[in-house]
């Protein structure tokens, strides 16, 4: 089957399930959660893949999902302990901006609310496990693009 090259797709798990072209950079995931900075600062362009690497963080990390199958075959995979400690293990919240139609503080601030109370009701789950709550670490990937 030949690569597509999807033009504007963002989301990790939608291009690796319809096998569009995709330009591995799982590593990032290893050297990145190393680093132990409190905060990334990611800047590029626009259109230069912030948000589908974002996309990707999330997939890697969320403990709501079951990513190995999206994962196969690339970078990370081949790093098998790192997979099985952090891999699907973490709470995770993916918050971007790109939508933000507020041309000030306060319609951005209206649309961070609104964003908040819809995501509330998918997030409090996670963070509320029985067991072991040690690995509880809530993680949040945010794009202001």
Request: with cysteine.
């Amino acid at each position: 089957m030949e690569k597509v090259i999807s033009i504007g797709k963002q989301n990790f798990a939608s291009l690796r399930e319809n096998h569009y072209f995709f330009v591995d950079k799982s590593h990032f995931i290893k050297d990145w959660w190393e680093n132990g900075d409190e905060i990334t600062l990611i800047t590029r362009p626009r259109r230069f893949g912030k948000t589908l690497g974002m996309s990707m963080l999330e997939y890697f990390f969320d403990v709501r999902k079951d990513s190995k199958e999206l994962f196969a075959g690339l970078e990370i995979m081949k790093n098998q302990e790192i997979c099985q400690q952090w891999m699907n293990q973490y709470p995770t919240i993916f918050v971007s901006f790109r939508q933000v139609d507020g041309l000030n503080f306060d319609g951005a601030f209206v649309f961070v609310m609104q964003f908040s109370s819809k995501k509330e009701s998918t997030v409090a789950p996670a963070f509320t496990t029985e067991g072991d709550s040690t690995n509880l670490l809530p993680v949040a990937y945010v794009n202001v693009d």
